[in-house]
């Protein structure tokens, strides 16, 4: 069959198959086979548009990494233009690192405005209660109940151009006003005062004082503290960025292990 009487894919392929040297791995960035064979081509464009870079850099095995991001959602879900992070994905996965003999530790990468009470507290008690050796670092704001996230840890940084929040509970929506009402909410506040001062080495008294300041704040209650403030009260143990978030856990692996 003369050449010129091919068809444009026959043609293509014999192009292609005289261009590529025998025994010589082919390139998947490269066109090749039929138009079916060539669907999964797009993959890798894929990978460009979702992570930046064709090839995704996998992380080391024996940590598990945790992001605590935008707000915590509880039982009620926020809306979907609002970046969340949901209780009942982060359960599960810290159930996993503390059952998988293959994690070691667990790092809490946190930058969120806080959210729901409940949930945020319960993945703090979750976190605390763990055997693994866990550390937490707050990189832009660990606002709210976010504060109660960052000393779950067993040692917590927060990164030099780090805040945090500290005020009161608050709610939104019908609240009853009956004397119930405001006894839910200390109860609340008691739960979460308790967490902070037994996870943390701030004064108890000091932390209130901050929580209920009315100077700090326009029109609310609380304090935003940097990330001098906070590890000068004793709530956040040290400044640092990631790597010496790594290197502490692995000195808590290291002697955990020992």
Do not use: W
Not at 61 to 79: A, M, N, R, T
Request: charged share 20%; aromatic share 6%; net charge negative.
């Amino acid at each position: 069959m003369e050449y010129n009487n091919l068809s444009t894919q026959q043609k293509s392929q014999i192009s292609v198959n005289q261009d590529q040297p025998s025994g010589e791995p082919i390139n998947p960035f490269i066109f090749s086979g039929t138009p079916n064979d060539n669907e999964d081509s797009s993959q890798p464009m894929e990978n460009v548009k979702q992570v930046g870079s064709i090839t995704q850099v996998e992380p080391v095995k024996d940590i598990c990494f945790i992001s605590i991001i935008g707000e915590i959602e509880g039982h009620s879900s926020l809306p979907p233009q609002s970046k969340t992070t949901k209780y009942e994905h982060i359960i599960p996965l810290i159930i996993g690192a503390e059952m998988d003999p293959e994690i070691k530790g667990v790092l809490l990468l946190i930058n969120t405005m806080g959210g729901d009470v409940e949930a945020g507290l319960a993945i703090s008690e979750l976190v605390s209660s763990i055997t693994k050796p866990t550390v937490s670092i707050v990189l832009g704001g660990g606002h709210s109940i976010g504060t109660a996230l960052a000393v779950s840890a067993v040692h917590s940084f927060i990164a030099p151009t780090g805040t945090m929040t500290i005020h009161p509970i608050r709610t939104s929506g019908l609240v009853i006003g009956v004397p119930q009402t405001f006894r839910y909410f200390q109860k609340m506040q008691e739960r979460i005062t308790n967490f902070i001062v037994l996870n943390s080495n701030v004064d108890r008294q000091a932390l209130l004082d901050y929580m209920y300041d009315t100077d700090e704040i326009a029109n609310d209650v609380g304090t935003v503290l940097n990330a001098e403030e906070v590890v000068n009260i004793g709530l956040i143990d040290e400044i640092g960025g990631f790597s010496k978030a790594m290197k502490k856990l692995r000195e808590l692996i290291d002697k955990m292990e020992r």
